[in-house]
């Protein structure tokens, strides 16, 4: 269920858009669960910087990662549009902070472009394509990648 | 697959409930407290496993169980008597035979050795029994030769050639349909062996008033011809021959045309029959005298059944997923009707409104429904000191000595998560209480004991906590010699004060293992350290008190659930956060002269005259950079686990309340100095302290460097 992008061509696929700052990414909605309103969340001692705190997700306790943050953006600062989009990976259950979320896009795996040979870390380590759509481009992010590895060994 | 799959865990699951059944009628047998029907239920144990291995192809474990169940069956005919020498065969079988279980499950492999012993010891005991049959009544003896039976499948399936002609008369008792067995799937079977024709014989079917709807009334005959021979047949009954009688005969030619139409003229009679019976009018039927009473046999059967019936309904199996979603769901509806009723007052709605007071009996009904699904979890220790027995007899027979063992207050009920984790303890406890406590026979002879040691488990309730004893009769802990390894191995210093419990509760400590040589019991490399560490792991404490010359008890207690946990809510920053309870020593406002600096940037409280570390617990725990004036906040003395207190310096209390224990580690990850986390009333999460951790690791820290090793987390992650 990984949001690989090793497929098919020709497959169709449904991708979650939304934005940090000026800039939009994509996640595949396969690995969303639900999307909520901002709730402020209980800060973690000793977290990476990134890591905003946990949430009550009906009585599961959430973590939630300030995606803006996690990419080497800027802070997200709260509004009444920033969500947090649950994502699972695995068996492990996270929620990504972003300012708001803007689509739902189908395309298909040709739509996708190899992601630009830019030095950044945010292209490097979590941007696994762009697609260009009516003038924007809209990256998608493999959110694999998202959890700092450390929550993978302790799940 | 997986519907197999699921078959086989229901085996697995049966079997350890089968094996449950045996150990208790062994015990009980073993005890001369046996009546017919406890050797009854030990032999249908046995025999159910034999029956669902069979299906699964386990031939180890059909064997032995087939070995055991006929050594078994000669019990229950009254050909064998249990003394107390058989018993520990039949015992010692019931250990195999759960290891074949276990082995067939995928644990490790049994040994060879120790089956073939138990299955001589069986043979045995059975060569005595046929001696002893021979020599009296001779009632059919003959026809339990139990040797052909134990066939195995191989043989089977190449049986001899050439085509023979069986008639099998097929008489189902109303128990083997009671046991889920179908009669129609044997016949089914039957027939597949080769060619032939059925007769069904509907002569015994009562009158419908008469019917009772889980009898058994049918007999079939059954004219086959196949060339797979008589074991073939035979072993398509194997696990119903008890509940059906049965004849198997060779005939010289098929006689399918004798059975054949009788069977439909008999079948139409009987509809015609019922049918008549149906029509006939209501009144006539309230006026028809009472059905004659059935004979006693029968009536004796009908009323066992009754009684299975009632006791298979009394409880279901659940998936404990399931039941942890519900106990995560009434968490939840415990948080939102505190919520709804918060908002109800914060819009002004009057305290005896008809609101408001709705808003108490569900909180009411909340509460209920949260202590009944708690509940749900809870069970017996009967499951966990249903396997002392066997380690006892395990452990005393390598030691060489000679031990009984007593449990008291099995049905104490407990939370299953902590049933799981007790086990492990409570084992190593009874094995060092054996190997260490109790003398072998002839030095408790000499000290005027009874050759026999005795240890006695009991579980009982004590303050919303389980406390569970172990006891023992041996000598008690040698004080002088344990004082020397603790002084030889520098745990404490040569010329130490300390009183009798102090010094008992030396064996509590790392690196203290008072057998010279690392016993094969006791020893493993591990110690009472290890079990004191997973005590405490579960929030619970051990204790040890001792009587020289009369024994030792180890006490432990143990909170009743790990799902809750009562805790005392503080706030440190804009934070709210819980503090076990059974970590606090008592709480208290520091005064301006109390604190004192110590060090480059520790405190020290004064606490009547004992200065203890004063840790910022905001600052601990990075929410704020630099530490609050003590004299604003309040401290909350605690004691860890290993004895030593510290100080805790929050903000503000709360005040006291239960919380559900939720898993941080699921979705996130261990965070230092916090052990798990929880939901408070107004949804927010909340972190509940790990107190051990916390000022072990403010002390670490300090030693290491003034900053903070702050994130392992990040050093980890990048």
Same mark, same amino acid.
């Given at each position: 269920?990984? $949001? ?60 939630? +990662? ?9 802070? +997200? ?24 979320? $803007? ?16 030095? $950044? ?16 481009? +809209? ?17 | ?13 049966? &079997? ?8 208790? #009628? ?72 759960? /290891? ?5 499950? !995928? ?92 007769? &069904? ?42 509940? &059906? /009688? ?39 039927? /309230? ?13 004796? *059967? ?49 305290? =005896? ?39 006892? =007899? ?6 060489? *000595?000679?031990? !009984? ?58 303050? #919303? ?23 030889? *191995?520098?745990?404490?210093?040569? #010329? ?28 493993? !490399? ?92 905001? &600052? ?41 224990? *939720? ?56």
């Amino acid at each position: 269920m990984s $949001s690989d992008d090793m497929r098919d061509a020709t497959t169709k696929r449904e991708l979650i858009a939304f934005r940090i700052g000026e800039q939009e990414f994509c996640v595949d909605i396969t690995t969303v669960r639900e999307i909520r309103g901002f709730v402020p969340a209980t800060p973690l001692p000793h977290a990476p910087a990134y890591v905003n705190g946990v949430i009550n997700l009906r009585g599961t306790v959430l973590p939630v +990662i300030d995606l803006g943050l996690r990419m080497g953006l800027a802070r +997200i600062e709260p509004t009444a549009r920033s969500v947090i989009v649950v994502a699972k990976m695995e068996h492990q259950l996270f929620g990504l902070l972003v300012d708001a979320v $803007s689509d739902i896009l189908t395309v298909t795996d040709e739509a996708i472009q190899p992601t630009p040979n830019v030095a $950044s870390e945010l292209a490097q380590s979590f941007v696994r394509g762009v697609i260009a759509l009516e003038g924007r481009m +809209i990256s998608l992010i493999a959110a694999e990648a998202i959890p700092p590895r450390q929550l993978d060994m302790a799940a | 697959m997986s519907a197999m799959d699921d078959i086989r865990q229901t085996f697995f699951e049966e &079997c350890a409930e089968q094996m449950t059944e045996v150990e208790t #009628g062994l015990l009980a047998m073993e005890a001369g407290a046996a009546d017919a029907d406890t050797v009854n239920a030990v032999f249908r144990a046995v025999h159910s496993i034999k029956g669902g291995a069979g299906a699964f192809n386990f031939t180890e474990l059909v064997a032995f169980a087939h070995v055991f169940e006929t050594t078994l069956d000669a019990v229950r005919a009254g050909r064998l008597t249990v003394g107390a020498e058989q018993a520990a065969v039949l015992l010692r079988a019931a250990d195999v035979l759960a /290891d074949l279980v276990a082995a067939a499950h !995928g644990g490790a492999g049994v040994d060879a050795e120790r089956r073939e012993a138990s299955s001589g010891e069986l043979a045995k005991l059975l060569g005595e029994e046929g001696g002893v049959a021979d020599a009296g009544e001779g009632d059919g003896m003959e026809g339990l030769d139990f040797t052909p039976v134990a066939v195995s499948f191989e043989d089977l399936a190449g049986g001899p050639a050439g085509a023979q002609d069986f008639r099998i008369v097929f008489r189902p008792h109303a128990g083997l349909y009671a046991k889920a067995n179908e009669a129609l799937r044997l016949i089914r079977e039957c027939l597949a062996l080769g060619e032939g024709s059925v007769a &069904c014989d509907t002569g015994a079917v009562p009158t419908l008033d008469a019917l009772d709807p889980e009898g058994a009334y049918l007999s079939w005959t059954i004219v086959l011809s196949t060339t797979a021979g008589e074991a073939a047949v035979r072993e398509i009954f194997e696990f119903v021959e008890l509940d &059906c /009688d049965l004849t198997i005969e060779t005939v010289s030619a098929p006689s399918t045309a004798e059975a054949q139409p009788g069977g439909d003229a008999d079948i139409a009679a009987l509809l015609a029959r019922m049918q008549a019976e149906i029509a006939q009018p209501a009144a006539e039927m /309230d006026a028809t005298p009472p059905q004659p009473v059935p004979p006693e046999a029968e009536r004796r *059967k009908t009323t066992r059944r009754a009684e299975d019936g009632v006791a298979t309904a009394s409880s279901i199996r659940v998936e404990l997923e399931r039941v942890d979603r519900l106990i995560d769901l009434v968490g939840e509806l415990v948080i939102h009707q505190v919520m709804l009723a918060q908002r109800a007052a914060q819009a002004g709605l009057a305290a =005896r409104s008809e609101v408001a007071v709705g808003f108490d009996e569900l909180e009411q009904l909340t509460r209920e429904i949260q202590d009944s699904v708690m509940a749900i979890r809870a069970q017996p220790v009967k499951s966990v000191f249903q396997k002392l027995p066997r380690l006892v =007899r395990e452990v005393a027979g390598v030691t060489g *000595k000679s031990v !009984g063992l007593v449990t008291e207050g099995e049905y104490t009920e407990v939370d299953k998560t902590v049933i799981e984790r007790l086990s492990d303890p409570l084992t190593h406890m009874i094995r060092n209480a054996i190997d260490h406590g109790i003398e072998t026979p002839d030095r408790r002879i000499a000290a005027g004991k009874p050759a026999e040691g005795t240890i006695r488990v009991a579980a009982m309730h004590r303050s #919303g906590r389980i406390v569970i004893e172990v006891s023992d009769d041996g000598a008690g802990i040698d004080r002088p010699v344990v004082r020397d390894i603790a002084v030889g *191995k520098g745990l404490i210093p040569a #010329g130490a004060q300390l009183s009798d419990d102090e010094t008992d509760n030396l064996i509590f400590l790392p690196g203290f293992s008072t057998k010279e040589a690392v016993s094969e019991l006791s020893g493993r !490399g591990v110690g009472m350290d290890v079990v004191k560490r997973s005590i405490q792991a579960l929030g619970g404490r051990v204790s040890i008190s001792s009587q020289p010359g009369k024994g030792s008890v180890f006490t432990m207690s143990l909170p009743l659930t790990l799902a809750v946990l009562d805790g005392m809510v503080v706030t440190a920053g804009d934070s709210a956060l819980v503090v076990p309870i059974t970590a606090i020593v008592e709480t208290l406002k520091p005064r301006r002269g109390d604190v004192s600096s110590f060090g480059r940037d520790n405190a020290l409280i004064n606490v009547r005259d004992s200065f203890l570390p004063l840790i910022d617990v905001a &600052c601990e725990l990075g929410y704020r950079a630099t530490p609050t004036d003590p004299v604003l906040g309040v401290v909350v003395l605690v004691e860890s686990d290993n004895g030593q207190r510290s100080a805790l310096l929050f903000d503000a209390i709360q005040g006291q309340r239960q919380v559900v224990i *939720k898993s941080l580690e699921a979705n996130y990850g261990r965070v230092p100095g916090v052990a798990a986390a929880t939901i408070m009333g107004d949804g927010r999460v909340a972190l509940i302290l790990d107190v051990d951790m916390l000022t072990a690791q403010s002390r670490f820290e300090q030693i290491a460097s003034g900053q903070p090793a702050f994130n392992s987390f990040v050093q980890a992650a990048e």
